[in-house]
């Protein structure tokens, strides 16, 4: 899955992912989102912007195999 983030009031517009739990998948720096191959229960994906960490948005997703 592909997410996207815009960082609203700024020109910089750079967000650092993350997804958790850590066993949940992975996510690349532009905002692929794979699975894990046997995921436990629902991830939460998080794009903070890199000049503000403190500004984020999140998505949950559920994985099934």
Same mark, same amino acid.
């Not at 750079?14 to 794979?34: E, H, K, N, Q």
């Not at 894990?36 to 998080?46: E, V």
């Given at each position: 899955?592909?997410?996207? /983030?815009?960082? !609203?009031? #700024?020109? %910089?517009?750079?967000? +650092?992912?993350?997804? =958790?739990?850590?066993? @949940?998948? &992975?996510? $690349? /720096?532009?905002? !692929?989102? #794979?699975? %894990?191959?046997?995921? +436990?229960?629902?991830? =939460?994906?998080?794009? @903070?912007? &890199?000049? $503000?960490?403190?500004?984020?948005? #999140?998505?949950?997703?559920?994985?099934?195999?």
């Amino acid at each position: 899955k592909q997410f996207t /983030a815009t960082v !609203l009031g #700024t020109s %910089a517009q750079a967000v +650092t992912w993350s997804v =958790t739990p850590a066993g @949940a998948g &992975t996510i $690349s /720096a532009s905002g !692929l989102f #794979t699975a %894990a191959a046997s995921p +436990t229960g629902p991830a =939460t994906i998080k794009a @903070a912007a &890199t000049a $503000s960490p403190t500004v984020f948005g #999140t998505a949950t997703v559920a994985a099934f195999t």
